[in-house]
């Protein structure tokens, strides 16, 4: 079961990597709904503190 998620998360990687853009996000997105609708898997919760270090490093860039 690890291997075929495991393939589907890089199928997604991989397809939005040669979309490029904002398709790689979206490809993330899909991903991340075929491994919780099909496979029953939760999604954790938002990495909060690391989106607060890209904030402070953008904000300092700015």
Known sequence: MFIIEFLIVLGCILIGARIGGIGLGVMGGIGLAILSF???????????????????????AA
């Open 38 to 60: 099909v496979f029953g898997m939760r999604p954790t919760s938002p990495p909060i503190d690391v989106m607060l270090m890209i904030m402070a490093v953008v904000a300092a």
